[in-house]
C-alpha cells in the first residue's frame, strides 16, 4: 500500500483537499498515513493562491476511527517499544502542526470519529460536524488514556464545568452527535450534505460554501445524548479529585429521576469494561491538561501513554477489543483502590 493509494492532495479553487481513502480499515491512521499527512499539509503551504485546507474521508462511514494501536501492541510485545515510541511522537507532532498552523484547517467529520480522528479534527479551525457524526475517545477499554491533544480540548470545552465535562467524556468514551459538538464547541459548524457542500467549494470558494450549509442541530431534529441533558449531575459526579473520588460519588448517587437513573446506569455500565489504572491515570492527566497549554499536554500524554504501553493490560486491552472481540479483559490490578495514583502525577509536567 502506497500513501497514494490512501491519502489524496489536490487544489480545487483556492481549497487543498486532503483526502483519506482506506475505507475497510475506517481510515485507521498507521505510520505511513501520519507521515504522508505531514506531507500533505506541506504541499501547498508555501502557495498563496491556496487559503485552507480541508481534510475529509472518502467514505461517508468514517472520517477516521482511530489510530494502529494493534501494530503498536506488536511492537510491544516483541519488545520493540522504541517503535511505538515514534508512532506517537510523530502523530502528536501532526497534532500540534495543525493547531499552529499557518492557514486554516478545516475536517468534514462525516461518520465515526474516534482516537486519532479526533487528534486531525479538533485541533483545526473549522470543525465540521454533519448528522452522521459519531465522536469519541474510547481509550479506557484497551488499556490506555485518551491523547492525540484531546486531554486537552476536552477540559477546554464550552460546558458549565469543562473539566468535568472532559473527565467525563474521557473516562466514559461517551459518544458523542452532533448536536453535543455544536453545544459544547467542539464543531464550529454543522453541514446536513456534505456532497453539495463540496460542490460549492468547487464553485463558489470555501467561506461561501461554509455560510450557504451550515445549519442549527434543531433544524435536523438531532437527538441530543444525557452529555448534554445530564450536565449537572456530570459536573458534580465527575469533578472529583481523582478516580477514586469520582467512583465513591457514582456508588454513592440516588435518584427518583427515571431518566437520570437509566442514563447513569449506561455510564457504569460503559466504565465496567475499562482499566482501572487507565481511569486513574486519565483523570491526573485530565486535570493537569485544563492548567496547562496543548504542547504540555501532549508531552504528558505521551509520558503517561508510554508507561501504560509498557504494562501488561495495554496488551489485554487491545486483544480483547480489537483482537479476538470478547470484550472481556483480564485487567490486573482489577480495582482503582490498588492503582497508585503518585505514580501517575508524578510523570506530569
Avoid at 449537572?232 to 431518566?259: K, M, P
Avoid at 504542547?295 to 489485554?316: K, M, Y
Amino acid at each position: 500500500m502506497s500513501t497514494a493509494d490512501v491519502i489524496t492532495t489536490r487544489a480545487e479553487g483556492n481549497t487543498a483537499i486532503v483526502e483519506m481513502d482506506r475505507p475497510r480499515a475506517l481510515n485507521a491512521l498507521d505510520h505511513t498515513m501520519i507521515l504522508a499527512l505531514h506531507e500533505a499539509f506541506s504541499q501547498y503551504e508555501s502557495d498563496d493562491s491556496v487559503g485552507q485546507y480541508i481534510i475529509c474521508s472518502s467514505s461517508p462511514r468514517a472520517f477516521c476511527a482511530g489510530g494502529d494501536v494493534r501494530w503498536v501492541r506488536e511492537q510491544d510485545l516483541a519488545n520493540n517499544h522504541a517503535a511505538g515510541d515514534r508512532y506517537f511522537a510523530d502523530e502528536y507532532d501532526l497534532n500540534y502542526r495543525l493547531a499552529n498552523f499557518s492557514k486554516p484547517v478545516a475536517a468534514v467529520m462525516e461518520g465515526y470519529v474516534m482516537g486519532g480522528g479526533m487528534g486531525i479534527s479538533m485541533h483545526g479551525s473549522h470543525r465540521i460536524a454533519t448528522p452522521t457524526t459519531v465522536a469519541a475517545m474510547p481509550e479506557m477499554n484497551i488499556g490506555f488514556v485518551p491523547d492525540v491533544g484531546i486531554s486537552h480540548v476536552l477540559t477546554h470545552m464550552k460546558a458549565k464545568n469543562p473539566v468535568a465535562m472532559g473527565v467525563f467524556a474521557g473516562t466514559t468514551g461517551w459518544r458523542m452527535n452532533a448536536a453535543d459538538m455544536m453545544e459544547t464547541g467542539l464543531a464550529t459548524n454543522l453541514i446536513a450534505q456534505p456532497e453539495a457542500f463540496f460542490e460549492d467549494v468547487r464553485n463558489q470558494g470555501f467561506l461561501e460554501a461554509l455560510d450557504a450549509h451550515s445549519v442549527s442541530p434543531e433544524s435536523l431534529d438531532l437527538e441530543h445524548s444525557g452529555m448534554i441533558t445530564y450536565a449537572d449531575w456530570i459536573s458534580d459526579v465527575f469533578s472529583g479529585d481523582s478516580w477514586q473520588e469520582i467512583e465513591r460519588r457514582l456508588g454513592r448517587f440516588t435518584t427518583s429521576d427515571a431518566d437520570l437513573d437509566d442514563f447513569v446506569k449506561h455510564v457504569k455500565y460503559q466504565l465496567e469494561s475499562c482499566n482501572p489504572t487507565s481511569l486513574v491515570a486519565c483523570v491526573e492527566m485530565f486535570r493537569r491538561a485544563a492548567e496547562v497549554d496543548l504542547r504540555t499536554a501532549l508531552d504528558n500524554e505521551l509520558a503517561v501513554g508510554s508507561a501504560l504501553r509498557r504494562e501488561p493490560n495495554f496488551a489485554e486491552g487491545v486483544r480483547a477489543v480489537l483482537i479476538d472481540k470478547d470484550r472481556t479483559p483480564k485487567f490486573r490490578p482489577d480495582n482503582a483502590a490498588e492503582v497508585d495514583v503518585e505514580k501517575w502525577r508524578a510523570l506530569l509536567k
